[in-house]
């Protein structure tokens, strides 16, 4: 796929500044919480060959600082995520260091110092600013970005997922943009040790062929026939596609499905599958529709984490709980591939395949989030 990866990369190939989000007038309490200090710019520098011919200018700087790219708007960066970490944890003075000093670049230089100055001048007033940033952490097999949004700095990861079933399960990935919307303007619902991301949509070529959008959508865009926006731009299940009990030939009820040439073939599997690896979560939620229940994870045995979390996200959600999907036999689940790394995991499947249920999602979600504050010091045992 060279070819849409270098469009891609000519849509992404700028060093851009991705950052605080929305600047969102607090409760007194998050104001407390949350000093000038934590006001976080990231500075996202592409992997890919940077257009110097195309500087960073002031007109960046506006359209950068007057709307967040926003769900379903594309990052312009494609950092590797341990340079965005050294980045967010060392600060600006840091970032600013590493910018390399080029003619090129000194309007960035520029533009950053005015930028820092205009932050904390709006922090002072006591409007407190909030950050998400948004990271592409790989392309589908047809080209299109996988994005991630973080919210919050705390050490303890978790990790949401929709849509991996693509634009079949199309309100997995409504679901998951509500999410974003909602901790984008409650910052203070991420607790102090979480650091919380969510990938709206792990199968965008599914998405797009039901819905025609690569990021937000409307219920007014989904197509009438979902079936084949279960799959990728390859005709591969991605939720066959894990190294657990892989089988090429694979099962979706009683019709047989592709889980791809040989574990983690597709190029979706391998980024998330990168990107859980990188960031070591605490746990993952996989939201999926409609068999209304949540199930626990785990490669051909019951996992008790897994168990234990299923147990926190149905208690609040109200969607009943089970040891294991058993509907019919799936092979190369993503979530049993997790807990073969240790790492706790569940499917949510939501009751309906046309709504968003948030009110029993939300409270399963901070529910999940309160589980891992309350967990300091977890150890993962590969
Ligand atoms: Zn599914």
Redesign the pocket.
Known sequence: MPNKHQKMAGRLGKIVLVAVVGLVACSSTDAVNRPATQVIRTLQSSTRPVDTSTPFTMMDQASTESQHPGPGGFSTGDPKIGDQEKLENSGIATALAATPESTADKPLLETLSSEITQTISVASKEITATHSVEQIIGFSYDGRPISSYRFGHGTETVIFVGG??GG??WNTIMLAYQAIDYFLNHPGAVPEQISLYIVPSANPDGQFLVTESDGKFGFGDVGTDTASG?FNGHGVDL?RNWNCNWDPDAFWLDEEVSGGARPFSEPESQALRDFFLDLKPGGVVFW??SADGVYAAGCSELFLPARALAEVYSGESGYPVYDQFTSYSISGDAGDWLTRQGIPSITV?LATHDQVEWTENLAGILAVLDYFDRQPGRIIEP
Do not use: D, F, L, T
Request: aromatic share 12%; proline share 0%; no cysteine.
């Open positions: 991996i079933h079949y399960e279960r939720n999926h529709s499947e």
